[in-house]
C-alpha cells in the first residue's frame, strides 16, 4: 500500500524482482479505503488474513478500518469457489496432480467463508475453517482430507474420489446439489481438455468445457450439471 498511484512499469519491475513465487499487488490508500469501505473481499483478507511487516502511522489508520461483510463480499466468494472447482479439474485432466489438490483446498476455503458470511463471520485460518464446518461432519471431513493431501500427498488412485468429494463439499456449502463428476468426466473421455469454466445461470450450475475431441476437432461444450438443494421440508 502506497500513498500516491504507482506507475505500471514500476509495479511490473517489483514483481520481476520478487519472483513468480510472490503475487504482488500495489495499491494506494485511498483506494483501498474505498474497496474496504465496500466490502471488497480483498480488503477482509488484507486486514484479517495479511500480516504487516512494515507500516507508518496513516496505514495504522488504514490497519483499523472493519470492511462490511455483504453481497460483495459474498458473490466473490461464491464465485471464487466456483473457479477453483474447475481450474482444479483442468488440472486433473492436464496429469498435474497437485495443482488439481490445491484448487480443491482453495475451493473449500472460499466455499467456507461463503457459507459463515451468513453468519457474519469470515473465517480465515485452517483451524477456524475446521470449526466453521463441525455442523456438517461430512464436510469438515472432507476439508481434512484434501488439506492433508495437499501437505503430505495422496496416492494416484485415491485421487479422484478425494477431489470429488472436496468439490461436493463445496457445492454442499453454496447450497447446491452433489454432482456425479466421474460420470461428467466419463462424457470427455479421449478429448484433449484445453479450459474448464462453471458458471450459475437461472439457478442452475453449468459446466462449459472446450478442447479437442478424439478427431483433433474442436468442441466446445455446455452442460448442466445441478441446481439448489432442494429446501427441507419444516
Request: hydrophobic share 40%; proline share 4%.
Amino acid at each position: 500500500m502506497v500513498r500516491r498511484s504507482v506507475p505500471v512499469d514500476v509495479r511490473g519491475l517489483i514483481s520481476e524482482m520478487l519472483g513468480p513465487q510472490v503475487s504482488t499487488f500495489v495499491l494506494d490508500v485511498e483506494s483501498f479505503r474505498r474497496l474496504a469501505e465496500e466490502g471488497e473481499y480483498l480488503a477482509h483478507e488484507v486486514l484479517r488474513g495479511g500480516r504487516v511487516l512494515y507500516s507508518e502511522r496513516e496505514f495504522d489508520e488504514i490497519l483499523r478500518v472493519n470492511p462490511p461483510i455483504n453481497e460483495r463480499t459474498r458473490q466473490y466468494l461464491r464465485r471464487h469457489a466456483l473457479a477453483c472447482i474447475a481450474l482444479s479439474l483442468e488440472n486433473l485432466l492436464a496429469g498435474r496432480p497437485l495443482w488439481s489438490v490445491n484448487y480443491a483446498y482453495k475451493a473449500m476455503r472460499s466455499a467456507a467463508r461463503y457459507y459463515s458470511s451468513a453468519s457474519g463471520r469470515l473465517p480465515f485460518s485452517d483451524d477456524e475453517i475446521f470449526e466453521s464446518l463441525v455442523s456438517h461432519a461430512d464436510v469438515a471431513a472432507a476439508f481434512v482430507r484434501v488439506k492433508e493431501a495437499r501437505s503430505k500427498g495422496v496416492h494416484v488412485l485415491e485421487l479422484p474420489d478425494l477431489l470429488f468429494d472436496a468439490y461436493n463439499a463445496s457445492l454442499k456449502l453454496l447450497g447446491l446439489r452433489s454432482v456425479d463428476w466421474a460420470g461428467v468426466l466419463q462424457s470427455f473421455r479421449g478429448c484433449y481438455v484445453a479450459g474448464i469454466s462453471l458458471r450459475e445461470e437461472s439457478g442452475v450450475l453449468q459446466m462449459v468445457v472446450s478442447g479437442l475431441d478424439p478427431d483433433k476437432k474442436h468442441f466446445e461444450t455446455r452442460m448442466e450439471l445441478c441446481g439448489a438443494q432442494t429446501p427441507r421440508k419444516t
